[in-house]
């Protein structure tokens, strides 16, 4: 018995999971081990760096105080993330169009144009946007050339700073938006039409439902990625707008706080996770993906 235990094989892994072992290690290592790190630190001791070895909720115990105006920065941050994905909705939808529909043989070209300015650093473009906005800069000596009073004060208010999230942020939505238009069959589209429906009828029963997976995936990137903006509220809106990355960052520089900047990150996961879960929870994905 002993013999026929020690010389029985070891047992094999599926091809499946062999073949899967690289994502799972770059996941673990990448993902996994950085999240729990942070989640570690958020219960250690304030100003301290007892990560592992230490246990206290005096960190969160600060966020939650009543005279921690902490909160006031996860509201502008989560309100300026549902504003951006709402703006980008509405004008990235008929470019989308375009690009499937419309623009025909161009559309590799506007393609380009709108992947362009990802290959050119985010802070480099805000900064040309400052340059832009300032005070006798590009926009108010042009207007004063041209004989008016002047361009408008837009820089470092919260509206510049909304405008600087969707201009980073819409190619994250234009191109899942896309992929999701390009799902819609033309027949089905036809059928609908020769069957009496409006053109209306036919983006409100059809055309929205067949490309809704894209739309979600391309609203959902949008809010997460919005949702831990930093550099514009810090280079357009000169910290009128102060987002709740913004109290993160000088928990873990200036402050060296960690915990307390683990403390609030994570938070914020819990957040941003809970309101995502809560909008694919209340969508059926089965009906959307037509599997039902």
């Known amino acids: 018995m002993a013999e026929n235990s020690l010389s029985a ?4 892994l599926s091809p499946g999971l062999r073949a899967s072992l690289p994502v799972l290690v770059l ?6 081990a950085p999240l729990v790190t942070v989640a570690a630190y958020a219960f250690a001791t304030p100003k301290s760096f007892d990560v592992f070895r230490s246990f206290t909720l ?3 115990a600060a966020i939650f105080d009543a005279n921690n105006t902490v909160w006031t920065s996860f509201v502008w941050a989560l309100a300026l993330a549902f504003a951006c994905v709402a703006i980008l909705l509405v004008v990235c939808y008929p470019i989308a169009f375009g690009l499937n529909k419309v623009f025909g043989k161009w559309s590799g070209l506007v393609s380009v144009l709108f992947v362009f300015p990802l290959f ?5 473009r805000l ?17 004063k050339w041209l ?8 820089l470092y208010t919260p509206g510049i700073t909304l405008f600087g999230m969707v201009y980073v942020y819409l190619p994250f939505m234009l191109f899942p938006m896309t992929l999701g238009i390009a799902m819609i069959p033309r027949d089905l589209v036809d059928a609908a039409r020769d069957l009496g429906a409006s053109r209306l009828m036919i983006w409100r029963e059809v055309e929205l439902p067949l490309a809704m997976p894209g739309i979600l995936i391309g609203a ?5 990625l919005a949702a831990g903006a930093v550099a514009e509220a810090k280079i357009l809106g000169g910290q009128s707008v102060i987002t709740i990355t913004q109290d993160i960052e000088v928990a873990f520089t ?3 706080n960690w915990p307390m900047g683990s403390a609030l990150a994570l938070i914020l996961v819990l957040i941003v996770s809970g309101l995502a879960l809560t909008a694919m929870s209340r969508l059926d994905l089965d009906k959307i993906l037509g599997k039902r």
């Open 9 to 12: 094989p070891a047992p094999k």
């Open 127 to 143: 900064y040309g946007w400052v340059l832009f906005f300032i005070k006798n800069g590009v926009l108010d000596g042009a207007l």
């Open 220 to 224: 959902l990137l949008t809010f997460v």
């Open 27 to 32: 996941l673990v290592a990448g993902f996994l």
């Open 147 to 154: 004989g008016f009073p002047g361009g408008p004060d837009l």
């Open 254 to 256: 200036y402050a060296q």
């Open 120 to 124: 050119v650093s985010e802070n480099v």
């Open 58 to 60: 005096q960190n969160f």
